[in-house]
Each structure stands twice: as C-alpha cells, then as structure tokens.
C-alpha cells in the first residue's frame, strides 16, 4: 500500500494475515484502485504538504462502530476500519473505507473554504430538509431519498458527504467496472434531480481542491448525465 499509494497501513493486531483477512486486504486494495493511483497519491500528497502523514488502520474494536476518520493541526490523517471483537470483520470492507476516504477529502475542501462555507453550500442542496440527530425516526423514503443517499446522510453535512460518495462508488467486489444499480436508477430518475444536482456539487469540489483524476468514481454520474440528455 506504501508503494503504490504512499499510504501507511496500521495492522498491529495482524487481522488482515489469515484467510478472511486476505480476502479484506484485497478488497481495500480493489477500493483504492476505483479511485486510481493519481488521485489518492495527489490526496496523500496534500496531506503531507499541510505535514500530516496519511494511515490507515485495522483496529479491533468492541463497540458497534465500523470505521472513523480523523485529521487535525498538527495530527495525522487517520482512517481506522474495524473488526469486532468478536472476530466479524465489520468495517473492513469497500463502504467502510469509500465512506472514510470521502471524509478525508472532505476536509480537504474545509481546509480550502472553511468548514461553514462548506456546510452551507451543502445544505442548500437539501430542498429545505434539516440534518438532525433524529434521522432514523425522521425518515420519510418518499420525502427524503430523492435528497440524501439514504437516511445515516441526514445526521449532518459531513455524512451527507460521505454517504453520497460512498454510494456513488459501490461496486460488487468481484467486479470493480460494476456500479451501483440502485444508485444509476436513482440518478436517472427526474424525480430525483436534487439527488444529482448534490452529486455534481460534490464531483466538482472534487475537482477543484483535489484532482480531476478520479473519473471512475463517477462513473455512475456521468452515466445518467448523459442519459438524461439524451432523454431531454
């Protein structure tokens, strides 16, 4: 991971050295490849740029969290993904590691325009709908999955960030060219349109503060742009 993403891996616990930890491994690996090698070198570089390393870390864990991100002055940025106590593999996986990679950009745009900034552009996405800590009680399929990726992206801008990311990049790990289908319909759907529009905002943040060379990721987006050109 070190060569090919200058990316530090922390697996102190050896979880991922027997059998179901190298099917993890490789399917981490397969993660950062949707990404491509460019854009989470350049990443890693604007870390190391603001003099923070870039780690991340298999961690045993016993409570019912699958994975964090963390990244502060004079700190490290720190993706931990989880296994349970109990030896399930819980957060050691693709949307774990999507959710937690679409943080560390994430604050990337905050170091850039400001966390407040970055809040309010987001929101205003949100056809007035609030974040609130009650999101699983306040979860209306019909009112809100035409706006959030699904109801954790309510809690606040942060996972409303991290959600739709972490949707627009899954894939069956035994095939990395296939994208989410829910995702595509869902995009396709003019029903949805705010739902796209949050995706472009996002796609051209990226871009901008990051690297344009992430296109994989958004395969499903441009996907449904151009099918909803062509069906206008």
């Not at 990337?108 to 987001?122: S, T, V």
């Not at 095939?175 to 995706?199: F, Y």
Request: hydrophobic share 35%; with cysteine.
């Amino acid at each position: 991971m070190w060569e090919v993403y200058h990316i530090v891996l922390l697996d102190d616990y050896e979880l991922l050295h027997d059998e179901i930890g190298e099917s993890r491994m490789k399917e981490l690996e397969m993660t950062l490849q949707l990404y491509s090698q460019p854009f989470i070198r350049k990443m890693v570089s604007i870390y190391n740029e603001m003099g923070a390393g870039f780690f991340i870390e298999i961690n045993e864990n016993d409570e019912d969290a699958h994975g964090s991100a963390s990244w502060g002055e004079d700190a490290d940025l720190l993706i931990t993904l989880n296994y349970n106590d109990d030896g399930e593999v819980a957060g050691v996986n693709h949307s774990t590691l999507s959710h937690e990679l679409a943080h560390a950009m994430h604050f990337i745009i905050e170091e850039n325009i400001g966390e407040d900034r970055a809040g309010e552009e987001l929101m205003a996405l949100n056809q007035g709908f609030p974040y609130t800590e009650d999101y699983e009680d306040e979860w209306d399929e019909e009112l809100h999955s035409p706006v959030f990726s699904y109801d954790y992206g309510m809690y606040n801008h942060l996972e409303d960030w991290a959600t739709m990311i972490e949707e627009m990049t899954n894939f069956s790990p035994t095939n990395l060219t296939t994208a989410t289908k829910q995702m595509s319909e869902r995009l396709i759907d003019p029903q949805n349109e705010p739902l796209l529009i949050k995706a472009q905002y996002i796609r051209e943040m990226i871009y901008k503060y990051i690297s344009d060379e992430c296109s994989a990721i958004f395969r499903t987006l441009y996907e449904s742009e151009d099918y909803l050109r062509a069906a206008a």
